[in-house]
């Protein structure tokens, strides 16, 4: 896992924005974005599909509620890391059945299709490895191939990692990043869920998080600065530690950056003067409702992405000037 990724670190003992922890490193949670359509086949008439699912592998498993507009949902499976491998086989088996056009290698090969999975973006170091190695090597074990993308998911700090192949090698990759995932979950807490049509425009829908028109009325999410409403009772502390070096970014010259991010999100968020342990990292401590607060890690994230992506341009600037 690259040295920069911040390490969070949660005081409430069920914030929305946690991921959860496995039981004793053995069980695992795997998200997966599915069309509606899909989610269909994996549901089944009367939920006949998911049940036998559930009862052949051991998982619990899920799809969330329709959003009316929203074409995609969030497929949920958990339980042992070979129990959640299987069920995303089957899954996969299950949506090639449905689909007899979907794309094959040849007339003999097996079918070949692709699962969308959530990956938190703490953990993506470690299913991608140093240089890629990790994740050439998931690929070369496996016999997939397998796709990450660069950026977060709308209003969250999930990114998604596109596996594709066929239902037995999918599944053996899925065994593979599972584990990577356990072994490294204490990273994924505190990670902000994506929840499909919150902020998205890759589905058509355009959300606002402040405010939205509805049949003449203005909703808000979330109050004004300065508003004369009751402070809210259901206030959540998280506690999230970044890399020192990485600290001046997210305050910004005079303090603007953090102002910002305090503003939008709506938020308190305090830092620590000095490195709290022997990582050097600082602390930044978060006041919130639960949605200002993933608001707040949505903002703080993406603030230091943009930043290691201007560094990496830098040094890469740096070598090319070097070479010539």
Known sequence: ???????????????????????????????????????????????KNVAELREQTGVKAGVSKVIPGVHERVLTVTGSVEGVAKAY???????VSASPSSPVMSPTASPTTAIRLLISHNLMGSVIGRNGLKIKAIQDSSG?????????????????V?????????????????????????????????????????SGRRTHPTSRRSNGDVRRTSPS?????SPPTNLRTQNISIPSDMVGCIIGRNGTKITEIRRLSGSKISIA????????????????????????????????????????GRDQQQQEELQD
């Not at 053996?172 to 072994?183: Q, W």
């Not at 600065?225 to 409403?229: A, D, L, M, R, T």
């Open 1 to 47: 896992m690259p040295s920069d990724a911040p390490t969070p670190r949660d005081n409430d003992s069920a914030p929305q924005s946690r991921s959860p922890s496995p039981a004793g490193n053995e069980s695992l949670t795997l998200r997966a974005l599915v069309s509606t359509k899909d989610a269909g086949v994996i549901i089944g008439k009367a939920g």
């Open 89 to 95: 086989s089957l899954i996969v088996s299950q949506l």
């Open 144 to 160: 997939a191939r397998m796709v990450a993308s660069k950026d977060m998911l709308p209003q969250s700090t999930e990114r998604i």
């Open 162 to 202: 596109e596996v594709q192949g066929s239902s037995e090698s999918i599944g053996r990759a899925i065994e593979e990043i599972g584990r990577c995932l356990l072994e490294d979950w204490e990273r994924g807490v505190g990670t902000v869920l994506f929840h499909p049509g919150a902020g998205d425009e890759r």
């Open 225 to 229: 600065p300065g508003s004369p409403s």
């Open 273 to 312: 003067k000095e490195p709290h342990d022997e990582t050097g990292e600082r602390m930044f401590t978060i006041v919130g409702t639960p949605e200002a607060n993933e608001k707040a890690l949505f903002l703080l994230y993406n603030q230091l992405e943009s930043e290691k992506e201007r560094r990496v």
